[in-house]
T-cell receptor
């Protein structure tokens, strides 16, 4: 399927477990981003990547790890999940040189940490 | 630290009303201001503004940027129930933060029939 996809769409896990959220885009966009959305906070940037093997921290990176070995994939790993990481996670992508431009969002993953 | 603030946080109107949503920003090396609409799913792009004073328009929606005041407004005329959504604005930074968006908290708009 063309576009940007996320998996799983829903996930329930327990405190202390490792969880990986997947993001895949078919546009060959250079930039990819991970956000979390919580009531009252809007969207907050966790990590972003300008290209394969280039990643950088966003506003709320603690407790998360990312990798970008291929342009099209940008997985987000919660190394030891905590209840405060219960949230809706959105992946987004943007074309190169469009750092001033539109980001396209995936459908989101709703994560619940018990 | 970059900051984007939206007001009001929520708004309830009736169909046919006109609404104005506000967004103020403090973004280092500011490049652009973006507006998104979010219904019960992912945000979808509405406008990108880079130049001050130039209105972007799409149907009943319009937006304008004021770089002097570090702010933007989103206007929706003749509102419909389908306009009910969360409206997000985001500031885009340049320099070493190229591509990063800082989002506001969002304005929840509810349009009653």
């Amino acid at each position: 399927d063309a576009g940007i996809t996320q998996s799983p769409r829903y996930k329930i896990t327990e405190t202390g477990r490792q969880v990986t959220l997947m993001c895949h885009q078919t546009w060959s966009h250079s930039y990819m981003f991970w956000y979390r959305q919580d009531l009252g906070h809007g969207l907050r940037l966790i990590y972003y990547s300008a290209a394969a093997d280039i990643t950088d921290k966003g506003e709320v990176p603690d407790g998360y790890v990312v990798s970008r070995s291929k342009t099209e994939n940008f997985p987000l790993t919660l190394e030891s999940a905590t209840r405060s990481q219960t949230s809706v996670y959105f992946c987004a992508s943007s074309v190169a040189l469009a750092g001033v431009g539109e980001q396209f969002f995936g459908p989101g993953t709703r994560l619940t940490v018990l | 630290e970059d900051k984007v603030v939206q007001s009001p946080l929520s708004l309830v109107v009736h169909e046919g009303d006109t609404v104005t949503l506000n967004c103020s920003y403090e973004v280092t090396n500011f490049r652009s201001l973006l507006w998104y609409k979010q219904e019960k799913k992912a945000p979808t792009f509405l406008f990108m503004l880079t130049s001050s004073g130039i209105e972007k328009k799409s149907g009943r929606l319009s937006s304008i940027l004021d770089k002097k005041e570090l702010s933007s407004i989103l206007n929706i005329t003749a509102t419909q129930t389908g306009d009910s959504a969360i409206y997000l604005c985001a500031g885009n930074a340049g320099g070493t933060s190229y591509g990063k968006l800082t989002f506001g908290q969002g304005t929840i708009l509810t349009v009653h029939p």
